[in-house]
């Protein structure tokens, strides 16, 4: 059993950064995908970031060149650096991690930013 325990939301001003932190329990998670997701108040949940378990990052349009995703294989953690942080990234962050070959498919509780104008 996989749980992903997300930190480090809060409320920062345009143009200040957060960095989000997600660990993960259990076993495999050198293997697997690890994502971000957000979810502002009357929206889809969208996909931000991601890197897979060979450590390749991709981003949404939206984020590219202002977040950064690392992942730290020893310690069951992956980063999301969020950098010129604009009030529509206001949102409940969320972090998954997948595999398919090993069906996993997990989500943290989520942790909440709020970026005032």
């Known amino acids: 059993q996989v749980q992903l325990v997300e930190s480090g939301g809060g409320l920062v001003q345009a143009g200040g950064s957060l960095r989000l932190s997600c660990a993960a329990s259990?076993?495999?998670?050198?293997?697997?995908?690890l994502d971000w997701y957000r979810q502002a108040p009357g929206k889809q949940r969208e996909l931000v970031a991601q890197?897979?378990?060979?450590?390749?990052?991709s981003f949404a349009d939206s984020v590219k060149g202002r977040f950064t995703i690392s992942r730290d294989n020893g310690k069951n953690t992956v980063l999301l650096q969020m950098n010129s942080l604009k009030p529509d990234d206001t949102a409940v962050y969320y972090c998954?991690?997948?595999?398919?070959?090993?069906?996993?498919?997990?989500w943290g509780q989520g942790t909440r930013v709020t970026v005032s104008s």
């Open positions: 998954n991690m997948q595999s398919v070959t090993y069906r996993i498919n997990s």
């Open positions: 259990g076993i495999l998670f050198s293997l697997s995908q």
């Open positions: 890197v897979t378990s060979g450590g390749t990052p």
